[in-house]
């Protein structure tokens, strides 16, 4: 089991730009998927990107495709979303999540780990 905070949300406007983090405590992260999940108020949660142990696969929503990358750096146990081009539909609580192997990348019921969350608002 490991333990995920995120960080980097905040308040910003339409056009702008974002970078969160997740700290990610316990020895294995570098073979771990890591992914980022968003809910935005009212809505189901939905899946934004997922990187797998290697950075080989990533993988992004249709909706942030071209304007979101995430990256892992396994020195330092963390995973990063970058966020550019934000729009005010982006507003959401987002969420990294964590498992060992995963069939897909989209599908929240197979992660075991999720940070506590971090608020991104985008202003129009």
């Known amino acids: 089991q490991v333990q995920l905070v995120e960080s980097g949300g905040g308040l910003v406007q339409a056009g702008g730009s974002l970078r969160l983090s997740c700290a990610v405590s316990g020895r294995t992260f570098s073979r771990y998927v890591m992914s980022w999940y968003r809910q935005a108020s009212g809505k189901d949660r939905e899946a934004v990107a997922g990187i797998s142990w290697t950075s080989i696969g990533r993988f992004y929503a249709d909706s942030v495709k071209g304007r979101f990358t995430i990256s892992r750096d396994n020195t330092k146990n963390t995973v990063y979303l970058q966020m550019n081009s934000l729009k005010p539909e982006d507003t959401a609580v987002y969420f990294c999540?964590?498992?060992?192997?995963?069939?897909?990348?989209?599908?929240?019921?197979?992660?075991?780990?999720w940070g506590q969350g971090t608020q991104v608002t985008v202003s129009s």
């Open positions: 999540a964590a498992a060992p192997r995963i069939t897909n990348w989209d599908n929240e019921y197979e992660y075991n780990d």
